[in-house]
Each structure stands twice: as structure tokens, then as C-alpha cells.
């Protein structure tokens, strides 16, 4: 993961790379860094911890300089430290910053230490610096260098490059990793994420794999992986999507969780049209190529992995289609058979997952009839690399731990099982039933949301324990799934999930009056299976917290039922969605843990 950014302006730029550093700090947050140039010499600083405490040492030094490059980092090799900060140095000439992971680093290490170069740290990224040292010591210029560095590395990378003996230019490189340049008035910047340098730019230049690119405050100059001078295309981004503040909310998360019924507003708007959805949504022509697609693949990770198993269920229920999901990280490596005429559907808020990206790329190479992402990114990898894309509209999402991001993906893998069984002689009265559901939705979301002070009733007897079990049958299974993610990530209590009619076959071992049981009980044909179900918790004691919308005979001895509003029963696992992001909020901050930046985790996860 991690984020980069470089800048080379007129201006003082110290500030402008610490302020790109914070917005970028959901790719990482263990500790952060920036070398900035001044005539023939660099100030280098580190910081271990948050982008803040860089910042403050930035304060207390003040430096001035218009080149630099700065780093915000998610350990992958070596532990969280002011050594493992970057930007790493060689020769105290080369300093760079670098986002992926080198996976030929050890066998590099060595060859370097046999030239005579000491490894300061315990990182992959410090080889980098000394390569291009190395090369340049062989009397090669930089550019020359950094193609003979990129021949040496394996695995995914985005660099910036800053040499003490330039004063203009600041050297980049990509692969795999996510990097953009943003042209300014008189300056030039670098980054991992057009957030970054939102404000500062508004021409963005998306690298290409294997592109090599030189910055200056006037010049851009981009070269392919044949090191042939070539221009690549400039889009323009909505600098609304660059609004990233927490208005009245304490945290982005629960900003995130409230801007629920807005988000999937902008999902739905322009999408649907009288009792259907809109021809083409997913892109021109996605229309047609829907019509032959007989399956579907889809692959995701994490919380968008969970949106794709709820997809599932509709993609079959609904439009007949057969469905299978995989997590990104374990598609590829499973040898999977491809039928004909199967689509493959990746799903991400960021786009930028590297697991999914791979998966993706690895599904181009096989035979599918064509491939479609769902995401909240319009200029992500998965974007930009699919055939056809909806894009979400959710809006920026900064908390880790992702809310409106997964409603607005389940309304958009709605829209997809909507498009694909329109040429499938679906019945009209069941489509016009979805679409008045999906119009009533936003609604049906603001009811779910006033059951905050309910939620906040039994939040403290969650508080208290350290393990909790969710429930759910059939789609609310990947549901109750959801919930336990949303739980263990931001408070740290270590959260299950099970479908119901698993209990018995192990979970009910664990059953106590310290084990939270959350269920999962919309009105459904098997709800008294479920009650069943809980009934053998309620025996064995445990503390039982009902979410359903229907009378339900049974005396909680401890608990709580929380009723939730009705609401088409194809469309409840978005609704109950929302009372589980509530409850993971409420308890996270009773325990007073980090909620945006949850320890140990990333947003954006560009590593695989
Ligand atoms: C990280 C985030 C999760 C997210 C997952 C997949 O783990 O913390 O919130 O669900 O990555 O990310 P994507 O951007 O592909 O949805």
C-alpha cells in the first residue's frame, strides 16, 4: 500500500506534500517521511506514527525548497520504525519513496552487499535507491539507470526518485503500482491518488505499467517500457470528488454511514428509467453483450467481496444466471475453468485492489466473453482496464472500514441483475417491484439510520466482551458476515459469522453469557428456522441481539430485539446492513479505538 507524492514548483513545497501526505493516509499510517532538496543538499526527515507528527517536525525545522518527494507508509517488510520510514537513501545521493513490493528484494540485498553497499533497513523499497546508485556509478545518466533498476526488480512499484544533483527534476517510475502526475500552473506533481493533489491540479496523467516519467515545474516528459518518448492521454477529474471534510461528524465513518440514502441516490440516478433500468449503463454496448451472458464470475476482496455474494443469490434468484464468487487473493491460483459466454464481475470501492486487479487481468487472458467492474473510482486500474464499468457515486470514502461504499455497490449489482435479465424474459411485474423498491430505498435507509438510539442502548454490554457471533440465513448470511467484518475492525472484538443452521455443528460450543449473538431475522420462509436456532443460544445462555421486522414468539432472557423498518424483502440485505455499520461505530467508540484508521489496516490495499 502506501501513498507517494512529489512536487516541483516555483513555490515552497514542504507544506503541499505534508498536506497530500494526510489525504493519502488510507493507504497507510505507521509512519511517514520527506526529502526535500535544497541547492546540493536534501533535508531528509521521518517520522514514526501518523503523517501529524512528520508534520510537526516539518514545523520545527521549517525548511524551504520547491523539488521534493514524501511517503506515507503500510509495513509490508520490516517492522513500523523511523529506519523503515521513507524516503530511503543511497550514497547520500539517490533518495526515493517507493508504494509495492519487491519481491526479488533478499537475492537484490545480497547482490548489493557484495558491491559494497550497507542495507539500513529492513524494507524491500531500500534496494531501489542503491540499484540506481549502483548504475550510476557505471557512468550511466539517471534516466539510463532507472530502465537498467526496473530490470532488476520483480513485483509491483510506484517510485519517485530524487537526486542531490538535480535541482529541477524529480524521476518516476511505475508498475503495477498506482501513479498519476497533475499538471499545475508552473508546477508539476506526483502521486499515488489524484486525491492528493486534487487541489493543486486539475489535468491528471495516469502512468502506464512500465512507464518511466520526468518531472520539472514546467516540463512533463513520459517515456514507454521501450523508453520511446510518448504522450499519454490527460483526463480531467470532478474536483467534487476531491471533498474530504468531516463536516459535523466526528468521524469519516460516520459521516460515511449517514451520507447512506445520498449515496445511493447518485447511484441510482439516470440508471433507471419508467419500470426498467436504462439500455447501456454499464457502458455503450454493455446492453447487447449482456443479452449472451450465460455465467458469471465474480471476484472481489473484503467488504466488496461480501456485496458479490449478496449478488450471487439475486444474479440466480433473479435472472437465472449461475454465480460464482472468489476472493481476488485465491482466484488465480485455483486454475478455475472458464465456460464460454461467462462474465467476469470484479467489484472495489477503490479500484485499486491489487488482488483484484491481477484477477482481472489474469480473467482478460482467459476466455470470457467480456469483463465488467463495479466501482467507486471512475479513474481507477479496474475502471480503465474493464470493458464495461458502473461507476458507484458513492463520493470519496476515507474510513477504513468501508460503509457507503457497500450499499451503493449492492444497489449497482442490483442495476447489473436488472440489465442482464432484461433480455431474459423476466417478469414485468417483478421488475417493476424492484424498481419501485430500489426508488423507495434511499427512504427506507434514512428509517434504518434513526435506529441509532436503540443501537446505542446495547452498545455497552457489546462493548464489554471480546468475541461476538453474528447470524443470518441465505443472503443475509454474507450479511451477517458484513456486520463481523464492520465489528472486528473497528473495535478489535473478535467477530463470527455463521449461517444459522451451522450452530450446532461447532459455533454452539462457544455459547455463554459472554458471547453477543447478533441474528439477523427479517420475515422470510425460514425465519421459524431461524428462531429455532436461536432458541438453542437463549438454552445455553447467550445474549441474544434480534434485528427483524416481524413478531417473533420468543422471550429474550438477555438482549434485545430491534425492529426494523419493512421494506422489499429483495432488497432488506441493504437495509439491514445499515444497524450493523451503526453498531460497529457505537462500540468502536465506547473503546475508544482509532475508527477511520483502524491499527494495522489500509484503505486501498495495492499490495497482493
Ligand atoms: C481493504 C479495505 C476494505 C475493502 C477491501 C477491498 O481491506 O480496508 O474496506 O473492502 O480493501 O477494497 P476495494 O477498494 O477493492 O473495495
Redesign the pocket.
Known amino acids: 500500500m502506501c501513498g507517494i507524492i512529489a512536487a516541483a514548483s516555483e513555490r515552497n513545497v514542504s507544506e503541499l506534500l505534508v498536506k497530500g501526505l494526510h489525504k493519502m493516509e488510507y493507504r497507510g499510517y505507521d509512519s511517514a517521511g520527506l526529502a526535500l532538496h535544497q541547492e546540493n543538499d536534501i533535508t531528509h526527515l521521518k517520522a514514526l506514527g501518523k503523517v501529524s507528527l512528520l508534520e510537526e517536525k516539518l514545523k520545527s525545522e521549517n525548511p524551504s525548497s520547491t523539488l521534493g518527494i514524501a511517503h506515507t507508509r503500510w509495513a509490508t517488510h520490516g517492522e513500523p520504525s523511523e529506519k523503515n520510514a521513507h524516503p530511503h537513501k543511497s550514497n547520500e545521493r539517490i533518495y526515493i519513496v517507493h508504494n509495492g513490493i519487491i519481491e526479488n528484494h533478499l537475492e537484490l540485498k545480497i547482490f548489493l552487499e557484495e558491491e559494497g553497499y550497507q542495507i539500513n533497513s529492513e524494507t524491500d523499497s531500500e534496494v531501489i535507491g542503491h540499484l540506481l546508485d549502483y548504475f550510476l556509478n557505471q557512468r550511466n545518466n539517471i534516466l539510463d539507470s532507472i530502465y537498467l533498476t526496473k530490470e532488476k526488480l520483480d513485483g509491483a512499484y510506484a517510485i519517485a526518485v530524487l537526486d542531490i544533483k538535480d535541482g529541477e527534476n524529480i524521476y518516476l517510475a511505475r508498475s503495477k503500482s498506482p501513479l498519476l502526475i497533475g499538471k499545475g500552473n508552473n508546477e508539476n506533481f506526483a502521486a499515488s491518488d489524484p486525491l492528493a493533489i486534487g487541489k493543486l491540479a486539475n489535468e491528471f496523467i495516469f502512468l502506464e505499467d512500465d512507464d518511466v516519467a520526468v518531472i520539472s515545474k514546467s516540463t512533463i516528459q513520459i517515456y514507454d517500457a521501450t523508453k520511446q518518448s510518448i504522450q499519454r492521454k490527460i483526463t480531467e477529474i470532478d474536483s467534487e470528488y476531491q471533498t474530504t471534510s468531516k463536516g459535523e461528524y466526528k468521524h469519516f465513518m460516520e459521516k460515511e454511514i449517514y451520507e447512506q440514502p445520498q449515496a445511493i441516490l447518485n447511484t441510482l440516478d439516470g440508471r433507471v428509467g419508467g419500470d426498467d433500468v436504462r439500455d447501456d449503463i454499464f457502458g455503450i454496448g454493455s446492453s447487447e453483450l449482456f443479452k449472451k451472458v450465460k455465467r458469471i464470475q465474480i471476484v472481489?476482496?473484503?467488504?466488496?467481496l461480501h456485496a458479490g455474494r449478496v449478488a450471487s443469490n439475486w444474479l440466480s434468484a433473479i435472472a437465472g444466471i449461475p454465480t460464482q464468487v472468489d476472493y481476488a487473493s485465491e482466484y488465480r491460483y485455483r486454475n478455475p475453468h472458464v465456460d464460454e459466454d461467462s462474465l467476469l464481475v470484479t467489484i472495489?470501492?477503490?479500484g485499486?485492489?491489487a488482488d483484484?486487479i491481477a484477477a482481472l487481468r489474469y480473467g482478460k487472458e482467459k476466455d470470457y466473453l467480456s469483463t465488467t467492474t463495479i466501482c467507486n473510482v471512475p479513474t481507477s486500474s479496474l475502471a480503465r482496464e474493464s470493458d464495461f464499468f458502473l461507476y458507484t457515486n458513492a463520493g470519496p470514502e476515507i474510513g477504513?472500514?468501508?460503509t457507503k461504499?457497500f450499499t451503493t455497490q449492492l444497489t449497482g449489482l442490483m442495476l447489473l441483475v436488472l440489465s442482464l435479465a432484461k433480455s431474459r424474459k423476466m417478469n414485468p411485474k417483478l421488475r417493476k417491484r424492484i424498481i419501485t423498491a430500489l426508488r423507495k430505498l434511499p427512504e427506507k435507509i434514512e428509517e434504518a439510520l434513526e435506529l441509532k438510539q436503540q443501537i446505542i442502548k446495547i452498545a455497552p454490554e457489546i462493548a464489554k466482551k471480546e468475541n461476538a457471533l453474528f447470524l443470518g440465513r441465505g443472503i443475509f448470511y454474507p450479511i451477517s458476515k458484513e456486520g463481523a467484518l464492520k465489528l472486528k475492525e473497528i473495535s478489535y472484538i473478535h467477530a463470527e459469522a455463521y449461517p444459522a443452521g451451522e450452530l450446532k455443528h461447532g459455533p454452539l460450543a462457544l455459547i455463554d453469557e459472554n458471547m453477543p449473538v447478533i441474528a439477523l431475522a427479517p420475515e422470510s420462509e425460514i425465519v421459524e428456522k431461524l428462531v429455532s436456532n436461536l432458541e438453542e443460544v437463549k438454552a445455553r445462555g447467550g445474549m441474544l441481539y434480534v434485528f427483524s421486522d416481524t413478531s417473533i414468539k420468543m422471550d429474550l432472557s438477555s438482549g434485545k430485539f430491534i425492529n426494523m423498518p419493512e421494506c422489499d424483502f429483495l432488497l432488506k440485505p441493504i437495509l439491514y446492513t445499515i444497524p450493523l455499520q451503526i453498531l460497529a461505530y457505537e462500540v468502536a467508540l465506547l473503546r475508544g479505538t482509532e475508527i477511520d484508521q483502524p491499527r494495522n489496516?489500509?484503505?486501498?490495499?495495492t499490495v497482493e
Not at 472481489?300 to 466488496?304: D, E, F, L, P
Not at 489496516?601 to 490495499?605: G, I, N, P, Q
Open positions: 472481489a476482496c473484503g467488504t466488496s472495489s470501492q477503490s485499486e485492489t483484484t477504513v472500514a468501508s461504499a489496516l489500509a484503505k486501498s490495499v
